[in-house]
């Protein structure tokens, strides 16, 4: 158990339409970074957050977007979904503005139809 | 950051020490190597980090060769539970808030 804890479990969308998946930090953290992994691949980076700024960004288009507030949990916004948005949506937490040691949740499996 | 090379799979016997090979030829001075396992339907869990001296926690060791463009992680004892893949990433340490960038990792499979 790490602490950090991801919502819903499961999520099944159609293509077009929005999703936002929600991130609880493991408590005294105020970083938290977003994955996306595709089945049978590792974790891609998404984005991070650090005392509610976005402060660094992988290779993912502006439809993915996210927000943190002053508790430290996060959401992760999907616009326009499309069908290799399918995958399992992953929320780390660490303390400082840049932590290699990262709590990772159980994550979010979103399909798309 | 460097990329780095794993085996796609590999077995272990059931209390046998079960050594997962990394390589990162390109390795920079700066940058530190760290392994993650995740175990099927849960997130990466964190293992162990190093720079270029070996390592020892309650989860496993870690192995840099003297020219560091390799390591190895030893699972002392491995059990069923170990079973998982396992990640080795290398990064420069507090470099950056680009995230960690994880390969397709080692799948591990211990044997009972």
């Known amino acids: 158990e790490t602490g950090v804890t991801q919502s819903p479990t499961h999520l099944i969308k159609t293509r077009g339409q929005q999703v936002t998946l929600r991130c609880s930090s493991q408590?005294?953290?105020?970083?938290v970074s977003w994955y996306q992994q595709a089945l049978g691949q590792g974790p891609q980076f998404i984005f991070q957050y650090y005392r509610e700024e976005e402060n660094g960004r992988g290779n993912f288009p502006p439809r993915f977007s996210g927000l943190q507030f002053p508790n430290y949990s996060s959401e992760l916004n999907v616009n326009a979904l499309e069908l290799d948005d399918s995958a399992l949506y992953l929320c780390?937490?660490?303390?400082?503005?840049?932590?290699?040691?990262?709590?990772f949740g159980s994550g979010t499996q979103l399909s798309v139809l | 950051d460097a990329k780095t090379t794993q085996p796609t799979s590999m077995d272990c016997a059931e209390g046998r020490a079960a050594n997962l090979p990394c390589n990162h030829s390109?390795?920079?001075?700066?940058?530190?190597v760290y392994w993650y396992r995740q175990i099927h339907s849960q997130g990466p869990q964190y293992i162990i980090h190093g720079l270029k001296n070996n390592e020892t926690n309650e989860m496993a060791s870690l192995i840099i060769t003297e020219d560091r463009k390799s390591s190895t992680l030893i699972l002392p004892h491995a059990t069923l539970r170990d079973t998982a893949v396992y990640y080795c990433i290398v990064k420069v340490k507090g470099g950056g808030a680009d995230g960690l960038t994880f390969g397709k990792g080692t799948h591990l499979i211990i044997q009972p």
């Open positions: 780390a937490s660490s303390s400082g503005r840049i932590n290699e040691k990262l709590f």
């Open positions: 408590s005294g953290h105020n970083t």
């Open positions: 390109t390795i920079s001075g700066n940058e530190y």
